[in-house]
């Protein structure tokens, strides 16, 4: 939306890298059954700047699990209001920690 736009008219890099930590959360919530917190974002490429308007999606891979966290891939496909093809805009790996009630890492749950 345009409340999430930069002066160039392109969304925020802040925003997105928000929706993919939620996205890759959910994938990791999943695989931990228990509450997760992100520890570190290893790396992140803007590809192609989002418009607004795009509708964005993020798919969420599971690269590496350790005992206590799980680095997790996120890319970020974008489709224009003109064009039905998606295109890839964003690609980032985020590790997140599986906590117990006390906010404390405990072993991830196979
Ligand atoms: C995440 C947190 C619970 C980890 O606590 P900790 O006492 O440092 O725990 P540990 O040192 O035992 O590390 C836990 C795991 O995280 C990994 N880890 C720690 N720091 C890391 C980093 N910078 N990058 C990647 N992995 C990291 C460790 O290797 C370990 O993995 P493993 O158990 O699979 O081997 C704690 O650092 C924390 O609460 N951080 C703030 C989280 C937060 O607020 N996130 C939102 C950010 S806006």
């Known amino acids: ?9 392109d969304i925020f890099g ?10 890759g ?4 919530r999943g ?9 570190a974002i290893d790396s992140m490429s803007f590809i192609s700047p989002v418009n607004v308007g795009d509708i964005v ?3 969420a891979r599971l690269l590496h699990i350790g ?3 799980m680095k997790i891939d996120v890319e970020v496909w974008a489709q224009r209001w003109s064009d039905a093809a998606q295109l890839r805009v964003t690609e980032g790996k ?3 920690v599986a906590i117990d ?4 890492p405990h072993p991830v749950r196979r």
């Not at 999430?4 to 008219?9: P, Q, Y």
């Not at 802040?14 to 996205?23: F, N, T």
């Not at 695989?31 to 520890?39: M, P």
């Open 1 to 9: 939306m345009p409340a999430d736009a930069n002066a160039n008219g």
């Open 14 to 23: 802040g925003w997105i890298v928000s929706q993919m930590d939620l996205g």
């Open 25 to 28: 959360a959910v994938l990791a």
């Open 31 to 39: 695989i931990a059954h228990s509450r997760v917190t992100t520890v």
């Open 57 to 59: 999606t993020c798919y």
């Open 67 to 69: 005992n206590t966290s």
């Open 94 to 96: 985020i590790t997140y």
């Open 101 to 104: 009630s006390a906010g404390k």
